[in-house]
């Protein structure tokens, strides 16, 4: 890896990597699959070709689960405490990053929206929502 090398980890820090850019593509994936598989409105992913990506640790505790009717499809996570981490394509050529993995900056900002017109029908737009710099105080019940 180079100087520019970027750590990522899972929640409980079991597993651990690093990626070095030019990265393939880095965007948001709106996809009922990658909504499913994060529990979020989209998927914030980096790919990167293999020799940009190597564990620092943990790579026997990551695991990956491939939907068998997909030809591209899968997801990666940490099978201590549940995490997405990353995952080496099938044709074994590539790692998928989540970027909420990452420790560091990537240095780059994702570029576009794909599965548009997939994405769930109540995702609202981030930047249309108030913004708080800690939790927001919950409602009181009536």
């Known amino acids: 890896m180079t100087a ?3 750590k990522g980890s899972c929640l409980c820090g079991a597993v651990s990597f690093e990626i070095s850019p030019p990265y393939l593509f880095f965007h948001y994936c709106h996809c009922s699959r990658c909504r499913k598989a994060h529990g979020t409105p ?3 992913n980096i790919l990167v070709r293999g020799e940009q990506f190597r564990w620092l640790g943990g790579e026997e505790v990551a695991r990956r689960w491939e939907l ?3 030809a591209r499809f899968c997801t990666g996570f940490c099978s201590v405490c ?3 981490v990353p995952w080496r394509s099938r044709d074994g050529k590539a790692f998928l990053v989540p970027a909420g ?3 560091d900056d990537p240095g ?10 997939s994405r769930a029908t109540w995702e609202v737009a ?3 929502l108030p913004t708080f710099a ?9």
């Not at 780059?108 to 017109?117: E, H, L, Q």
């Not at 800690?134 to 009536?142: D, N, T």
């Open 82 to 84: 549940g995490s997405p």
């Open 108 to 117: 780059a900002r994702p570029v576009n929206n794909i599965f548009w017109a």
């Open 126 to 128: 981030v930047g249309d």
């Open 134 to 142: 800690e939790g927001a105080r919950r409602p009181e019940a009536p």
């Open 4 to 6: 520019t090398a970027i």
């Open 68 to 70: 068998p009717s997909a």
């Open 101 to 103: 993995s990452l420790d």
């Open 42 to 44: 989209f998927a914030s």
